[in-house]
């Protein structure tokens, strides 16, 4: 009996201990190289034509490649592009494909493939509006001539079709790409450097991607989103972290890779482990925004609207929000410093920053006390803090205000009100825009066309004008020249307040190597020693 | 016996219904919509709008809520905005990790818990019995991200014996992983079920302790352990069996801090996110879900009592 006993407690035992050391061996074995990244927001869909949303895009770099890629000097390059040719006109463009590109499902990528996802991307992104409006024909030539024939010159064709941000031009299959273009895809067959692993995904939590053998890389080194994308690593897994405190632990006791948006705060202690980096990658950063309802008084009145631009000093923003000046700069022209159509005119409104002034220039102005209603979005800390900033001055001037607290959900949906405040409407709130998103006047940030502009509505003719002609400008000089001009008018009109450059820094394990400095994300060129 | 579950059950049903309609009703009310989200920041209000109107969102409430009636008649869910994945789906996703983290907790609960309380009360007015109290005043006092950050900070960045964060499923990483990475959080959300039911079990407990049946066993020369253990304590489990059932049910979707903290991907993140994102479909299903929970666990707890108090019969 005893013996009986012993034998199956012996059995037990010997049992428990193969299952959990199975258990670790099987998790302790890495046959494949993985980088594990926490993504700065949760992949919640996965249409990147379909959604503007950041993560998607990021999303779609993962899976899609594009026809021409920016660099890091913000010039396109060809990519899925092999060459290219321009009549002597300017009307015809002649692509030609790259051989040997692949879809994840083995089929080739054809022009009539690109042709499709052109189509469709034309349909939703800005840009891409811009372009078809003067295209004439985009035809599949043959499986690898696309040709594009414009009905007027378009300056800017290959700074669409290789835009670096939302909506990027990603190229599906074109079954894929006959999905209506206000309607999700289903079928997320790309030709990018990794595959997404739909099985493995789990949103709000982790996205899966794997090496795609198959992919032919361009020789040049990757710069920026352009040059060869070279996957170094056999999985990519995004694990998205709600707690930030809890992704710097994870990074520091090395449970993860890199972390893309690690919150300022947190950065002293991330400069201090010696396991860890943590720089700026983003060389152009963010723009912050107070954006005026221009339908609803008291911002209808343009006086009023320079009035407050005055008040708005971006060192108390950029201080408030940021802490520690190496994580912001004051910029006062609407485009990103350092880019090429960066200039000053217009900028003196901007830089005055003076309380005094501010207050006698409202003083002249009719404003006649109506409230100013500033929609606060407090799970957003950096446009929390810029609505308190704003509610502060506004006040010091002499305006009546009411700061509306809310969750950015509820802000979204509201900010697309043109009614008035009693019914629902709104008078400022604050955003950001990456640098790659406002770098030049064909952004949506800077329409003067209230019917198809962006929240806000400002309206004026002249800026208008000025944005078509940049569309139409082939050299850099007309280009600057009209970038000046639509800054002009920016701050003639007070469409918004620039609250001044923000850059948000990366962290990852120091035995990651190959990041790529630019303004997106990518994985590609990354490895894990 | 099954005549009462019966009717429990079908008592549940107008309960189920009422709850459900009122979330329906409380999420079109409330401010925000799922279209301003889907379209992205730096959409145009003509996008929102044109996708308010492909959701259906412009329709009048009663026609969406017949919709979506019409719809859970048929065993469905709903599909989830964002993802188009079945709220089916996310929830089977969800709901190992919540369920384990929470049977985890209320096994380490229980075993610290009755015991600590049973002690106090045997002990009224000693020092053990005032240590238990300010355990138990500490455990309600102390917010579970605050104990989180604790423990990760000694255990797992200091001492590194503990991971960080993450959930591992026992069936895919083996027992033993399952359970290192379970430590923690367990710890951290059992510290206020432990101060609760021990305070619970404590009060319980020395009420017994004082009734005449107590003292004429120990008049009879029974020995005090088994006089707590088969009179005390067994006639003192009702209160506290509800006490656990109701913790567990809380648990089920309430653990959303825990699951922050420690990175757990349970049902208590997804019902976070998706209020977020204003995903109706998979709000409405989660709430229906955790209806069911709250009803199957009540229903659990009542018949519970039958093994405890045999006086107790349905």
Same mark, same amino acid.
């Given at each position: 009996?005893?013996?009986w ?10 049992f ?9 061996a099987s998790?302790?074995?890495?046959a494949?190289?993985?980088?594990k990244v ?5 992949l919640?869909?996965?249409d990147p034509i379909? #959604? ?5 895009? $990021? ?11 920016? +660099? ?6 060809p990519?899925?592009v ?9 009307l ?8 040997g ?6 089929a ?12 469709r ?5 800005g ?9 004439? &024909?985009? #035809?599949a030539e043959d499986?690898?001539?696309i040709v594009?024939k ?5 300056g800017?064709?290959?700074e ?6 939302s909506n990027?031009p ?6 894929? !790409? ?6 999700q ?15 493995e995904?789990?949103?709000?939590s ?17 710069s !920026? ?17 709600p707690d930030?405190?809890t ?5 520091m ?13 947190l ?6 482990n010696?396991d ?9 950063g963010n723009?912050?925004?107070s ?10 009145d ?5 009035a ?11 201080a ?12 006062y ?10 200039n ?13 002034a501010?207050?006698?220039a ?13 929609m606060q979005?407090t799970?957003?800390p ?8 704003t509610?502060e001055k506004?006040?010091?001037?002499g ?9 950015? &959900?509820?802000?979204? &949906?509201?900010r697309?009100l043109r ?15 990456i640098g ?9 940030a800077?329409?003067g066309?209230p019917?198809?502009?962006?929240f806000?509505?400002? #309206? +004026? ?5 000025a944005?078509?002609?940049?569309a139409?400008?082939? #050299? ?5 020249k009209?970038?000046?001009k639509?800054?002009?008018r920016?701050w ?17 394990? $120091? ?7 630019s ?11 | 016996m099954? @005549?009462?579950?019966?009717k ?6 107008p309960?189920v ?8 009703l409380?999420?079109?009310?409330a ?5 301003a989200v =889907?379209?992205g920041?730096y ?20 026609v ?9 008649g048929?065993g469905d ?9 079945p ?8 709901l190992e990790?919540?369920?384990?983290l929470? @049977? ?8 610290? *818990? ?5 002690l106090?009360a045997?002990?009224?007015g000693?020092? =053990?019995?005032?240590?238990?109290m300010?355990?138990?005043?500490a ?6 991200f605050?104990?989180?950050?604790i423990?990760i900070?000694?255990? *797992?960045?200091?001492?590194q ?6 959930y ?8 033993w ?11 951290t959300?059992?510290? /206020? ?5 021990a305070?619970?079990t404590r009060?319980?407990?020395?009420e017994?302790?004082?009734e005449d049946?107590v ?7 029974q020995r005090?352990?088994?006089i707590?253990m ?5 006639? *003192?489990?009702?209160p506290?069996?509800?006490? =656990?059932?109701?913790? =567990?049910?809380?648990?089920i ?10 990175? /757990?991907p349970?049902l ?12 109706y ?7 229906l ?8 666990i009540n229903?659990?707890?009542d018949?519970?009592?039958t ?8």
């Open positions: 009996m005893l013996k006993f012993k034998l199956r407690t012996l059995s037990a035992i010997a428990a201990l193969s299952v959990g050391l199975g258990g670790m998790t302790d074995a890495r494949e190289s993985v980088l926490i993504p700065h927001a949760d919640k869909n996965l379909w #959604t503007t949303a950041y993560i998607t895009r $990021n999303h779609g770099y993962m899976i899609y490649d594009t026809l021409f890629a920016m +660099d890091e000097s913000f010039t396109p390059q990519q899925m092999e060459d290219w040719t321009t009549s002597e006109d300017g015809t463009w002649t692509f030609n494909l790259r051989a590109l692949k879809w994840h499902d083995g080739d990528v054809t022009a009539a493939d690109c042709v499709a996802s052109l189509e991307w034309g349909k939703r992104d840009m891409g509006q811009q372009l078809f409006g003067a295209i004439e &024909s985009l #035809t499986a690898d001539t594009m414009l009905s007027e010159p378009f800017l064709v290959l669409s079709i290789g835009k670096i941000s990027v990603f190229m599906m299959p074109a079954r894929v !790409a006959a999905t209506d273009a206000f309607e895809i289903d079928d997320y067959t790309g030709s990018g450097p990794f595959v997404f692993q739909k099985d995904w789990v949103p709000g982790t996205v899966v991607y794997t090496k795609f053998d198959d992919y032919v890389p361009r020789a040049e080194p990757a !920026a989103a352009s040059g060869g994308k070279i996957a170094k690593v056999d999985k990519v897994i995004w694990t998205y972290f930030q405190t992704a710097m632990n994870a990074l006791a090395g449970e993860i890779d890199f972390f893309e948006q690690p919150s300022n705060d950065m002293p202690i991330l400069d201090a010696p860890v980096t943590a720089e700026i990658n983003d060389p152009l723009i912050g925004f954006r005026f309802n221009h339908l609803l008084p008291p911002f209808d343009v006086d009023v609207r320079r407050a631009i005055m008040a708005m000093k971006q060192e108390d923003y950029l408030g929000a940021f802490g520690d000046q190496k994580f912001w700069k004051t910029c022209s609407v485009f990103p410093c350092g880019t090429p159509l960066t000053d005119v217009g900028s003196d409104l901007m830089r005055t920053g003076d309380i005094e501010a207050k006698a409202l003083a002249a102005t009719s404003y006649d006390g109506t409230p100013v209603v500033i979005p799970d957003i950096a446009l929390s803090a810029f609505s308190l900033i509610a506004l006040r010091d001037i305006m009546t205000v009411e700061v509306q607290a809310m969750d950015w &959900s509820t802000l979204t &949906s509201r697309a009614d008035p405040v009693a019914d629902g409407g709104w008078n400022i709130f604050h955003t950001w825009w790659a998103d406002v770098i030049d006047p064909m952004a949506i800077f329409s066309n019917d198809a502009g962006w806000g509505w400002p #309206t +004026d003719a002249e800026l208008e004008t944005r078509t002609a940049f139409k400008a082939s #050299t850099l000089d007309e280009k600057q009209l970038g000046a639509v800054q002009e920016l003639a009109i007070g469409a918004s307040g620039q609250l001044g450059q923000f850059f948000t820094p990366v962290a990852y394990r $120091n035995n990651v190597e190959g990041l790529i400095k303004p997106v994300q990518f994985f590609w060129n990354m490895s894990v020693e | 099954y @005549l009462y579950i019966l429990r059950v079908l008592s549940t049903i309960v219904v009422i709850v459900v309609l009122f979330v329906f409380m999420l079109r009310l401010p925000g919509d799922p279209a =889907i379209a920041d959409a145009t209000a003509e996008d929102v709008e044109r996708i308010r109107e492909q959701l259906g969102l412009n329709d009048a409430i009663p969406q809520m017949y919709r979506w009636i019409a719809q859970l048929s869910l709903g599909t989830a905005i964002f993802s188009k994945l709220v089916t789906t996310l929830i089977g996703q969800r990790p919540t369920l384990l929470s @049977l985890t907790t209320i096994v380490f609960t229980v075993l610290i *818990a009755v015991p600590l309380g049973t106090a045997y002990k009224a000693s020092w =053990i019995d005032r240590f238990v300010l355990f138990s005043v455990g309600f006092s102390v917010p579970v605050v104990l989180g950050y423990l900070y000694v255990l *797992a960045m200091q001492l014996i503990l991971p960080v964060q993450g591992k499923s026992p069936f895919e990483h083996g027992f992983v399952f359970l290192r990475h379970m430590v923690l959080p367990t710890m959300l059992s510290v /206020i079920y432990i101060a609760l039911i305070r619970m009060a319980s407990v020395q017994i302790l004082q049946y003292r004429t066993a120990r008049a009879k020369g005090e352990f088994k707590l088969r009179h005390a304590l067994r006639n *003192a489990a009702v506290i069996v509800t006490v =656990i059932g109701l913790g =567990i049910a809380l648990m979707g309430g653990v959303v801090v825990t699951e922050s903290v420690y990175n /757990i349970g208590g993140r997804l019902v976070l996110d998706a209020v977020l994102a204003r995903d479909p998979v709000i409405q299903g989660l709430i879900f955790f209806s069911f929970v709250y009803i199957l229903l659990l707890i018949l519970s009592y093994f405890f108090d045999p006086r107790i019969r349905y």
